[in-house]
């Protein structure tokens, strides 16, 4: 059973187009997280979610946003997508320090490759 | 905010040969948890292993074993007796609280490892 998953793996799309990646996660783990990975490989964290509270990273523009249906979903909404959006997305998930204890460890999904023309 | 530092773009490693990745960060933090991460081509970005501040002993997991030096802020990472399927980019992170619960991974950029047949 995939732990972290996400959906689609690809996606191509016009700029200035609306698009949501889904992440799914079964390990019970109570935050979530989103991660963006640039042509360059740097990987930087975009989103915490725990407990229906978000953290933002500050750089991250307000066209990004994450919706949480339940506990095992963190889903990233992008508006007007920009040619500078091209990357790799990558949900994760991790316990959090009020439920008996953190789990140190943050389990990554497969990415989403996100090319905007 | 915690920075961390790979200062080895690329490395490259005969098959059955041993090979020291290195990572150091900086943070003013005394109990914090620094991991090794693997991503292969497939993009899939899986843990390798972690290390608890507080513990002075070094981890290991099979063929990997850190080099945890605390005063130093240095974190390498050791693979013996390299293997084809090790070729891959390796990450190293460290791991800060970020507020309701949440934990976020501040990455290096990353080392891409070549395992030479």
């Known amino acids: 059973d995939t732990a972290v998953s996400q959906t689609p793996k690809y996606l191509v799309t016009q700029m200035g187009n609306d698009k949501s990646i889904k992440c799914e996660q079964n390990l019970g783990h109570d935050t979530m997280y989103w991660y963006k990975q640039d042509s360059k490989k740097f990987l930087k964290i975009m989103f915490s979610y725990n407990n229906k509270e978000l953290i933002i990273n500050e750089t991250v523009p307000n066209r990004f946003s994450p919706k949480s249906p339940d506990k095992a979903h963190l889903n990233l909404h992008i508006n007007s997508l920009e040619l500078g959006d091209s990357a790799v997305y990558f949900c994760?998930?991790?316990?959090?320090?009020?439920?008996?204890?953190?789990?140190?460890?943050?389990?990554f999904g497969p990415g989403t490759r996100l090319l905007v023309l | 905010a915690q920075t961390v530092t790979q200062s080895q773009p690329e490395m490259s490693v005969q098959e059955a040969e041993t090979v020291t990745l290195s990572c150091t960060y900086d943070?003013?933090?005394?109990?914090?948890?620094l991991f090794w991460y693997k991503q292969p081509p497939s993009r899939q970005m899986i843990l390798v292993i972690r290390?608890?501040?507080?513990?002075?002993q070094n981890a290991t997991e099979n063929r990997f074993s850190v080099n945890f030096q605390k005063a130093a802020k240095s974190f390498s990472l050791k693979i013996s007796d390299s293997q084809l399927g090790d070729a891959a980019m390796y990450f190293c992170a460290y791991r800060s609280y970020s507020g309701a619960g949440s934990y976020q991974l501040t990455f290096g950029k990353g080392t891409k490892l070549s395992v030479i047949p």
């Open positions: 994760a998930s991790s316990q959090d320090r009020f439920s008996g204890g953190p789990s140190e460890t943050q389990y």
């Open positions: 290390q608890e501040a507080y513990k002075q």
């Open positions: 943070t003013s933090e005394s109990d914090y948890y």
